[in-house]
């Protein structure tokens, strides 16, 4: 579109007379040469390479994420759990609303964790409280909700208790999660898109679904012009228990146990590690 040649990129890997490796980079106007850029060989790389590097921050971050947990069930039990206190809302955020969803462990000694990551039944509980304090605050009942202990001062808390499963509980169904964001507007901008399926079976089988995708639309105001790709589908598979607030998926040897329980008794909205899934 426009009046602008098209902008070529050419990229070569070159020696020169004498045999040193360089490497040949041009941007190109069509006819009209544009940047040139010539890098030689330097001598062998110094330092972390950046794949040794995107590991050590994956480890670091694994290392984060699992600091205060425990062997499979050797934290609170569920008799010391009283219940997952759960707030949904929504936020706007120009044309878009979003869901925001936040998932806090009360105990029945009074306290809360506001930090929960994976199945409350493996959180060391005395180690997090001395390792990162804040995430702990006191809780109590007022009428017929909760009170969080915020700055001093006791905060109505917008969230409700969740539905524990049942001891090795079987899920029935299909449970889907979608999320669309727009950039821009309707009629002049780009809408991304993400849809994620659990289908559970007899068995306790399970199937793993994702999609991705994105639309646009621009508009010149002389013509319209949309437009629209989609991401490759991802699919997996298992097996599952589900019991109390713990799911686990078992994938081969792939061992996954986070928190799960359902919004209500008719079992419709069932959050799986703080999204929530809707039964179709």
């Known amino acids: 579109m426009g009046d602008d040649e098209p902008l070529y990129n050419i990229f070569r890997v070159l020696t020169d007379r004498s045999g040193t490796p360089m490497i040949y ?23 972390t390479s950046p794949v040794a590097q995107a590991r050590q921050a994956a480890q670091a971050e694994a290392e984060r994420l699992n600091r205060y947990r425990l062997k499979s069930n050797a934290g609170p039990t569920l008799a010391q759990i009283e219940g997952l206190l759960h707030t949904y809302e929504n ?20 306290t809360a964790y506001l930090n929960l990551r994976w199945s ?9 409280r001395r390792g990162e304090p804040k995430a702990w605050t006191k809780w109590r009942r007022q009428g017929g909700g ?19 499963a049942s001891k090795n ?6 449970y889907r999660f979608f999320s669309a964001y727009t950039s821009g507007t309707l009629m002049n901008g780009a809408t991304a898109s993400s849809e994620d399926t659990y289908r559970f079976g007899p068995g306790q089988q ?44 078992r994938r081969g040897v792939e061992v996954t146990r986070t928190y799960a329980f359902y919004w209500s008794r008719d079992k419709k909205n069932l959050n799986i590690g703080g999204t929530t899934y809707t039964r179709e």
């Not at 190109?28 to 030689?40: E, I, K, L, N, Q």
């Not at 706007?92 to 000694?109: C, H, P, Q, S």
């Not at 909760?146 to 524990?164: A, D, N």
């Not at 508009?219 to 109390?244: H, K, L, W």
């Open 25 to 47: 980079g041009q941007q190109a106007y069509g006819y009209r040469d544009g940047r040139v850029t010539v890098c030689r060989y330097a001598g062998a790389a110094q330092g």
């Open 91 to 110: 936020e706007y955020v120009g044309i878009n609303v979003l869901g925001r969803e936040t998932t806090i462990l009360l105990l029945k000694d009074g």
């Open 120 to 128: 409350p039944n493996d959180l060391d509980v005395a180690a997090s």
């Open 146 to 164: 909760y009170e969080l202990l915020e700055g001093g001062r006791w905060v109505p808390s917008k969230g409700t208790l969740g539905y524990p």
């Open 169 to 174: 509980e079987a899920i029935s169904g299909s």
């Open 206 to 249: 399970f199937t793993r679904l994702g999609h991705s995708g994105v639309a646009g639309t621009l508009n010149t105001g002389a013509a319209v012009t949309t437009g629209a790709a989609s991401g490759p589908s991802t699919r997996a598979g298992g097996t599952y228990t589900f019991s109390g607030y713990t799911l686990e998926l």
